[in-house]
């Protein structure tokens, strides 16, 4: 997963026509770490998306402006557009990744 550091980054990668998903997350935060452990294999499977984070205490303006209210969020984007949001009260296990990421293809 590469990181995004400016919002001018963001913004650049979210509007492209190739679907971008961004996580945010936080240095401090456990369900971060513990979405790290089980994050890998997902995106091997999930290859079609390019996959970003970006730590919301760093860029507090992007998770302001997108309505993430918890961490770890995984934020779908296309064309500038945010297409999904799975929020952090359900992106505790490789299951609930899995499901929101299966859900988008349907």
């Not at 400016?6 to 913004?11: A, D, L, R, Y």
């Not at 079609?48 to 919301?56: A, I, K, M, T, V």
Request: glycine residues 4%; proline residues 5%.
């Amino acid at each position: 997963m590469k990181t995004i550091t400016t919002v001018e980054q963001f913004n650049e990668l979210i509007a492209g026509e190739q679907q971008v998903l961004v996580k945010f997350y936080a240095g401090w935060c456990p369900d971060c770490t513990r979405m790290d452990m089980f994050i890998d294999p997902i995106i091997e499977e999930y290859k079609q998306y390019d996959w970003y984070e970006l730590n919301r205490d760093e860029l507090p303006e992007l998770a302001e402006k997108y309505d993430v209210m918890g961490i770890p969020s995984l934020l779908i984007f296309q064309n500038g557009e945010k297409l999904a949001h799975l929020h952090s009260a359900n992106a505790k296990s490789p299951q609930q990744v899995t499901d929101f990421l299966t859900a988008q293809q349907a």
